[in-house]
């Protein structure tokens, strides 16, 4: 599988930017796909994940602000993030063919495929 992201950039505080990440791939390596982010000097940590059924889930720091989706048809994943705040800063990473599911999704030794990343920045 492959993943290569693209959309990251500059934004002031309160604004939005639009993620993508065109993937590549067969069968369950394309059900479960997430977003994660890393800060230098930190822990890769997930943002959203969305799986088969295109059920949305979203770590605390990202809920009602960001919003994760999948267009199969474009074979492509997005990450909308809006109300953004200098803490969103990071580079960001998206991340398909999981190991397992479910509560695994949440883990970053979890996935098999990796995007190189795409910078976002957050002035405030």
């Known amino acids: 599988m492959q993943l290569v992201e693209s959309g990251g950039g500059s934004a002031e505080a309160g604004g939005s930017l639009r993620l993508s990440c065109k993937f590549s791939?067969?069968?369950?390596?394309?059900?479960?796909m997430a977003w994660f982010r890393q800060v230098p000097g930190k822990e890769r940590e997930a943002v959203a994940y969305i799986d088969s059924y295109m059920s949305e889930k979203y770590a605390e720091s990202a809920r009602g602000r960001f919003y994760i989706s999948k267009d199969v048809a474009l074979d492509t994943l997005y990450l909308q993030m809006n109300s953004l705040k200098s803490e969103d800063t990071a580079m960001y990473y998206c991340?398909?063919?999981?190991?397992?599911?479910?509560?695994?999704?949440?883990?970053?030794?979890?996935?098999?495929?990796w995007g190189q990343g795409t910078q976002v920045t957050v002035s405030s």
């Open positions: 991340a398909g063919d999981p190991q397992s599911n479910g509560a695994s999704c949440w883990r970053e030794d979890n996935y098999r495929a």
């Open positions: 791939g067969y069968g369950y390596s394309r059900y479960f």
